[in-house]
């Protein structure tokens, strides 16, 4: 069997890369297995050195690394060196916090001496996505890895470069051999890896659909999951809004990636009272992106990873169109040579429940307005999903606008005047059908250890 990389600017096959067998793949997990024995006694210190080593080898690596992501998933250079430079603060971070984090906790009970402590569990899998192919693998490697864990990568299969070129950095920054590796296998072998008795956990990032299969291989087996899933993220733009920078911060999230992030604004609720002026201000910002080629330093939104991912988007807003809803802005193929799986900045308008995009998370560069009719009804409408990732609300009070952050919006993050973003300093990830666990911050670095309780 073999996996291609695959140009999504022109469909050329970039290389072919060979899969694992079954004898290499169990070999590789029994070799991660070796590797925890020696490195979960590893100081702090130890694996602090090797992870500032890792973010001192991201930076020198930027351009090799930006342009494999750019051929590979069609990634502009500028947000490649951003996400580069994403993944060198978290190594930092946990290079500089985790012993901190992980520090026995002391607790006063009829014991002569009794305290938490928390130890790593073993071999891990991460089942990881291609839209942020090094961020999302590295939000997992910096604290599993401080944390004294070993990783097995499970990367999405277009983007097999940038997944063994984590591999090799990380073995040029010291980490011991085994200690992190990539598999080269399809989804259908993930089963596999999950029911290998040496596998005590697997964290994914995907699909809601991809969650729920690997939860129900994992709980069938009692081992610990962490999913960050879908999301179809509202944002709130209520009458005292400031609308330029509302129309300027959303069209900014709903363009990230090209619109292929979970956290990118999907859904853009908007209080009747200034949806005219909203709707004008955003279609203007939303028309000035320079679409092309992801390795013109000058390129702003380049092509989605794949053209059959085009071309599911592309039916989701017909779907949206027939049921009644009205294009204001794109919603077509671009006609351009070369033009493989681009599509153009989109804006539906009179999106209502039932129709697609109100329902289902769209993954591209497309935004469904819905009217409200006040603050209140907004509120409803952004909580009416299955989903539950991230959440934004625009209002000039401050105040009202924490509150409903805090009190009324249903999400895991949750912003006042801001796109949705991850931050290696705060926990990240979503409830409902948007996942459970979270990564980052210090909660992050506690999902996959054993806390345990010591009692004399």
Same mark, same amino acid.
């Given at each position: %069997?073999? %996996?291609? +990389?695959?140009?999504?600017?022109?469909?050329?096959?970039?290389?072919?890369?060979?899969?694992?067998?079954?004898?290499?793949?169990?070999?590789?997990?029994?070799?991660? =297995?070796?590797?925890?024995?020696?490195?979960?006694?590893?100081?702090?210190?130890?694996?602090?050195?090797?992870?500032?080593?890792?973010?001192?080898?991201?930076? $020198?690596?930027?351009?090799?690394?930006?342009?494999? %992501?750019?051929?590979? /998933?069609?990634?502009?250079?500028?947000?490649?060196? @951003?996400?580069?430079?994403?993944?060198?603060?978290?190594? =930092?971070? !946990?290079? *500089?916090?985790?012993?901190?984090?992980?520090?026995?906790?002391?607790?006063?009970?009829?014991?002569?001496?009794? &305290?938490?402590?928390?130890?790593?569990?073993?071999?891990?899998?991460?089942? /990881?996505?291609?839209? &942020?192919? !090094?961020? $999302?693998?590295?939000?997992?490697?910096?604290?599993?890895?401080?944390?004294?864990?070993?990783?097995?990568? *499970?990367?999405? +299969?277009?983007?097999?470069?940038?997944?063994?070129?984590?591999?090799?950095?990380?073995?040029?920054?010291?980490?011991?051999?085994?200690?992190?590796?990539?598999?080269?296998?399809? +989804?259908?072998?993930?089963?596999?890896?999950?029911?290998?008795?040496?596998?005590?956990?697997?964290?994914?990032?995907?699909?809601?659909?991809?969650? /729920?299969?690997?939860?129900?291989?994992?709980?069938?087996?009692?081992?610990?999951?962490?999913?960050?899933?879908?999301?179809?993220?509202? !944002?709130v733009i209520l009458e005292d809004a400031d609308l330029e920078q509302a129309a300027t911060?959303?069209? =900014?999230?709903?363009?990230?990636?090209?619109? $292929?992030?979970?956290?990118?604004?999907?859904?853009?609720?908007?209080?009747?009272?200034?949806?005219?002026?909203?709707?004008?201000?955003?279609?203007?910002? /939303? +028309?000035?992106?320079?679409?092309?080629?992801?390795?013109?330093?000058?390129?702003?939104?380049?092509?989605m990873s794949r053209a059959d991912l085009r071309d599911q988007l592309h039916r989701q807003?017909?779907?949206?169109?027939?049921?009644?809803?009205?294009?204001?802005?794109?919603?077509?193929?671009?006609?351009?040579?070369?033009?493989? @799986?681009?599509?153009?900045?989109?804006?539906?308008t009179g999106i209502k429940k039932g129709m697609t995009g109100y329902e289902e998370e769209?993954?591209?560069?497309?935004?469904?307005?819905?009217?409200?009719?006040?603050?209140?009804?907004?509120?409803?409408?952004?909580?009416?999903?299955?989903?539950?990732?991230?959440?934004?609300? &625009?209002?000039?009070?401050?105040?009202?606008?924490?509150?409903?952050?805090?009190?009324?919006?249903?999400?895991?993050?949750?912003?006042?005047?801001?796109?949705?973003?991850?931050?290696?300093?705060?926990? &990240?990830?979503?409830?409902?059908?948007?996942? !459970?666990?979270?990564?980052?911050?210090?909660?992050? #670095?506690? =999902?996959?250890?054993? #806390?345990?309780?010591?009692?004399?």
């Open positions: %069997m073999a %996996m291609q +990389s695959i140009n999504p600017v022109n469909g050329k096959i970039i290389r072919t890369y060979k899969e694992d067998t079954q004898k290499a793949l169990v070999q590789k997990i029994e070799s991660a =297995e070796k590797a925890w024995q020696r490195w979960r006694t590893t100081s702090y210190e130890k694996r602090a050195q090797h992870l500032l080593k890792a973010a001192s080898l991201l930076r $020198q690596q930027e351009n090799e690394l930006v342009k494999l %992501m750019a051929l590979e /998933m069609g990634k502009p250079l500028k947000d490649g060196a @951003a996400e580069i430079e994403k993944c060198a603060l978290a190594c =930092e971070y !946990y290079a *500089k916090n985790g012993a901190a984090f992980l520090k026995d906790e002391v607790i006063k009970t009829d014991a002569r001496k009794s &305290f938490v402590t928390f130890q790593p569990i073993g071999v891990v899998l991460a089942v /990881m996505p291609w839209n &942020f192919p !090094y961020w $999302q693998c590295f939000r997992f490697i910096a604290p599993a890895l401080m944390a004294g864990n070993v990783g097995l990568l *499970k990367h999405a +299969s277009n983007v097999p470069g940038c997944a063994l070129s984590i591999e090799q950095l990380l073995l040029k920054a010291g980490f011991p051999k085994g200690v992190f590796q990539t598999l080269l296998i399809g +989804s259908k072998t993930v089963n596999k890896v999950i029911a290998h008795p040496l596998v005590k956990a697997v964290t994914l990032t995907g699909s809601t659909e991809a969650g /729920m299969r690997v939860a129900e291989q994992a709980g069938a087996l009692i081992k610990k999951t962490v999913l960050e899933l879908g999301g179809s993220d509202p !944002y911060v959303c069209a =900014e999230s709903r363009l990230i990636n090209n619109g $292929q992030s979970c956290i990118a604004a999907k859904r853009f609720i908007v209080v009747k009272k200034v949806e005219k002026e909203f709707v004008r201000l955003f279609k203007e910002k /939303m +028309s000035h992106k320079k679409l092309g080629d992801p390795l013109d330093a000058q390129t702003e939104l380049g092509p807003v017909l779907e949206n169109i027939k049921a009644g809803a009205t294009c204001i802005l794109g919603g077509a193929i671009p006609g351009f040579k070369g033009a493989h @799986a681009f599509y153009t900045p989109t804006i539906l769209l993954f591209g560069p497309v935004a469904c307005v819905i009217t409200a009719r006040n603050e209140a009804h907004a509120i409803a409408i952004a909580n009416d999903t299955v989903f539950g990732l991230g959440a934004a609300v &625009f209002t000039k009070d401050i105040a009202k606008g924490e509150r409903i952050a805090r009190e009324a919006l249903q999400a895991g993050s949750c912003f006042v005047n801001g796109l949705v973003k991850s931050d290696p300093r705060v926990p &990240f990830g979503g409830i409902k059908q948007s996942g !459970y666990g979270r990564e980052l911050g210090s909660f992050g #670095i506690k =999902e996959f250890v054993n #806390i345990k309780t010591v009692w004399r």
